[in-house]
T-cell receptor, first 116, second 113 residues
Framework: AQTVTQSQPEMSVQEAETVTLSCTYD???????LFWYKQPPSRQMILVIR??????QNATENRFSVNFQKAAKSFSLKISDSQLGDAAMYFC?????????????FGKGITLSVRP | NAGVTQTPKFQVLKTGQSMTLQCAQD?????MSWYRQDPGMGLRLIHY???????DQGEVPNGYNVSRSTTEDFPLRLLSAAPSQTSVYFC????????????FGPGTRLTVT
């Protein structure tokens, strides 16, 4: 079974600075998706960025980018030019592309606070 | 296009009561699923469906029941509520079981006293 580990429960960043959120995962599969979801106080789960395992190039979405290290099974999220609206809980998630289940396996999440 | 909708947003139940959490999507998605979110646990899969008439268990199915009579609707039934079922429940859907993105509903906060 796949597991996703987010070892830091909380992080803080100064507004306009850069922060990196860590995530590691364990799998025996070679093809899969990885995601970062944001959950603000509104509770809505918002997809921030995704990475296909077969792609070597790291995904980028505006101020959000990932460092995907497939051999190390590491998938960190970098937020540049942090904004107050980035304050939220962030979840790393894994999704298999094989099997009927295709469930998302989530890490426990990290709470990010942004200092003005 | 409303996306994924869930009702109710909040619910308080007494131990032993039953209820149904409603989930609907208007995107013609084949795959639908229910997760529960507990503090420090992330989200865990309860049940899922890969199409109308087809459902299966996730990792925490005990105490819950689902059915999928239409493509649009995927209700989650609590058979006899227990305090351990106090949680936030999310419904999610995707185009197919293999499609990369799941769309989440706004969640239902359930408290069982």
């Amino acid at each position: 079974a796949q597991t996703v580990t987010q070892s830091q429960p909380e992080m803080s960043v100064q507004e306009a600075e850069t922060v990196t959120l860590s995530c590691t995962y364990d799998t025996s599969e070679s093809d899969y998706y990885l995601f970062w979801y944001k959950q603000p106080p509104s509770r809505q789960m918002i997809l921030v960025i995704r990475q296909e395992a077969y792609k070597q190039q790291n995904a980028t979405e505006n101020r959000f980018s990932v460092n995907f290290q497939k051999a190390a099974k590491s998938f960190s999220l970098k937020i540049s030019d942090s904004q107050l609206g980035d304050a939220a809980m962030y979840f790393c998630a894994y999704r298999s592309v094989t099997g009927a289940n295709s469930k998302l396996t989530f890490g426990k999440g990290i709470t990010l606070s942004v200092r003005p | 296009n409303a996306g994924v909708t869930q009702t109710p947003k909040f619910q308080v139940l007494k131990t032993g009561q039953s209820m149904t959490l409603q989930c609907a999507q208007d995107m013609n998605h084949e795959y639908m699923s229910w997760y529960r979110q507990d503090p420090g646990m992330g989200l865990r899969l309860i049940h899922y469906s890969v199409g109308a008439g087809i459902t299966d268990q996730g990792e925490v199915p005990n105490g819950y029941n689902v059915s999928r009579s239409t493509t649009e609707d995927f209700p989650l039934r609590l058979l006899s509520a227990a305090p351990s079922q106090t949680s936030v429940y999310f419904c999610a859907s995707s185009y197919t079981a293999r499609y990369y993105e799941q769309y989440f509903g706004p969640g239902t906060r359930l408290t069982v006293t």
